[in-house]
Nanobody, 125 residues
């Protein structure tokens, strides 16, 4: 059974940073790309960033470029998202997702087969 479990989000001050992790089980971790998405009520799920063993990482949302770092730990089957200089508009439910091999050029949620349950991040003043 494939499982993706995000670490707990929480409330973070604007200008600060956050770290979220996604632990993956039930699949061959190095064969999968892991992406992060976020969603706010009434809006479509937005691709944030993605990493694969084959082709490295890529950032999707222009609003996060330069502020996001992804890292993979194959020993722990974990992908970690670090986002700095947080803004109020980074408030969202954050999800990790997995798909075979490499990150898609277009970060459509339909490109990813397996999903975590999501974790809420709230950025406050």
């Amino acid at each position: 059974q494939v499982q993706l479990v995000e670490s707990e989000g929480g409330v973070v001050q604007a200008g600060g940073s956050l770290t979220l992790s996604c632990r993956v089980s039930g699949l061959d971790f190095d064969d999968y790309a892991v992406g992060w998405f976020r969603q706010t009520p009434g809006k479509e799920r937005e691709g944030v960033s993605c990493t694969s063993w084959i082709a490295g990482s890529m950032d999707y949302a222009d609003s996060v470029k330069g502020r996001v770092t992804l890292s993979r730990d194959s020993a722990k089957n974990t992908v970690t998202l670090r986002m700095s200089n947080l803004k109020l508009e980074d408030t969202a439910m954050y999800y990790c997702a997995a798909r075979k091999y490499r990150c898609p050029v277009a970060p459509s949620p339909t490109e990813f087969r397996h999903w975590g349950q999501g974790t809420q991040v709230t950025v406050s003043l």
